[in-house]
């Protein structure tokens, strides 16, 4: 990468970091703006690349249901709540695309590309980013783990939602600096040349080192919920390893499309999906994991 190309990165990291962890502590709707934003630009990037291999996306609807998503989650910020309205959607959603597909376009159009491609393009960034905002109105109370409930305001929302974000860009700044001075052998470099198995190895450490702090200043110290090192080593290592997992998985569709960034929206850094990727499989990762090993309040756990 070079020199400008990096500076450039490192300056958006050091604006938006600050501004990403203000905004996950104000939480609420500006939270959940900032989201719904996201999600409709990575919709709305994925239909781009989509379409250099002729897929005809609905993209408008598609853009505006992954934004949907997210807000819905917002305004009923259980698991439980969220969950009747959420499938309503989703189901009125793939009925309507589907209908417009095959009146549109019959055929010949290619009615059945033309769905998925517009389903997932809105289900992989709005559906895996409410799951932040369930992170964020999480409440444990400290003093007695039996009285956790749901709310907003929350420093510990805004941790368990720190979680995830601090694994992924932590991670990913060792593996990409990791990768450039010691990385040798390549990790798949026929899905993305430029990652390395040492960067890997690197990202898996970090993230499992940023679990064990977590676990023992955070959650422990801070939050009075014992979490054990190991079990912050794991978590923190699980979720690293997802975040990779998301990386490639946009590396291939990049590949597919004959592109190098999914966007130009962040000097630096590429688009939307270039920045979130990983985030897309972490947050979820990160909710199942902490759903497991904290005391979620009863009656608000649902989704099993």
Known sequence: MPRSELAQRVLVAA????????????????????????????ALEFYRLAATRGARAFVLPGAVTAAGLVLLAAARPTPAAAAASLWMLVLVFVLAISAAAIWARGPGGQPMVSVSTTI???????????????????VLAPWDPARATWGSGSWTGAALVAFPLAVTWIGDSA???AGKAWGRRKLIPSVSPGKTVVGAVAGLVSGAVVGVLFAQLVFTAWLRVPLGPVLGAVGGAILALAAQVGDLAES?????????????????????????????FA???????????????AGGAPWR
């Open 15 to 42: 604006v938006g970091i600050p501004l990403a962890i203000g905004i996950v502590y104000l939480g609420g709707w500006v939270l959940a703006a900032l989201l719904a934003a996201i999600a409709a630009g990575a």
């Open 120 to 138: 997932v393009g809105a289900l992989l960034p709005g559906g895996t980013l409410g799951y932040a905002i369930f992170l964020r109105h999480f």
């Open 175 to 177: 593996a990409y600096f």
């Open 252 to 280: 291939v569709l990049k590949r597919d499309a004959g592109v190098k960034d999914s966007g130009r929206l962040l000097p630096g850094h590429g688009g939307v999906l270039d920045r979130f990727d990983a985030l897309f």
């Open 283 to 297: 947050i979820p990762v990160a909710y199942w994991f902490l759903r497991l090993v904290l005391p979620f309040p």
